[in-house]
Nanobody, 126 residues
Framework: QVQLAESGGGLVQAGGSLRLSCAVS????????MAWFRQAPGKEREFVAA????????RYADSVRGRFTISRDNAKNALYLQMNALKPEDTAVYYC???????????????????WGQGTQVTVSS
């Protein structure tokens, strides 16, 4: 089985920055895409950013493009999300996801990702 563990969340003022990390461990899995999604209270989980296995392809939600940067370090089995210029509407639980097959090169769809972490809370105060 594959385990994902997010960290780096917290409370920050509007305009501030946070860097989320996602550590991947467990059984070796195929080279595949990873992504960040988030879920605010009372709302459905939504796509934030995705990255291909090599890291040359990325996708961003319109709401975060230009402020957030997704990256990965495959040697360290880690995924990152650098969040700058944070807004109160970015408040949510952030989840990292990993596809189970190399057939998923990159995707903005939640169903493409089979492994998920427990999430890390990000709260942005105004």
């Amino acid at each position: 089985q594959v385990q994902l563990a997010e960290s780096g969340g917290g409370l920050v003022q509007a305009g501030g920055s946070l860097r989320l990390s996602c550590a991947v461990s467990g059984r070796t899995v195929s080279s595949s895409a990873m992504a960040w999604f988030r879920q605010a209270p009372g709302k459905e989980r939504e796509f934030v950013a995705a990255i291909s296995w090599i890291g040359t392809s990325t996708r961003y939600a319109d709401s975060v493009r230009g402020r957030f940067t997704i990256s990965r370090d495959n040697a360290k089995n880690a995924l990152y999300l650098q969040m700058n210029a944070l807004k109160p509407e970015d408040t949510a639980v952030y989840y990292c996801g990993k596809a189970s097959t190399a057939a998923v090169t990159i995707s903005v769809t939640q169903a493409a990702y089979n492994y998920w972490g427990q999430g890390t809370q990000v709260t942005v105060s105004s």
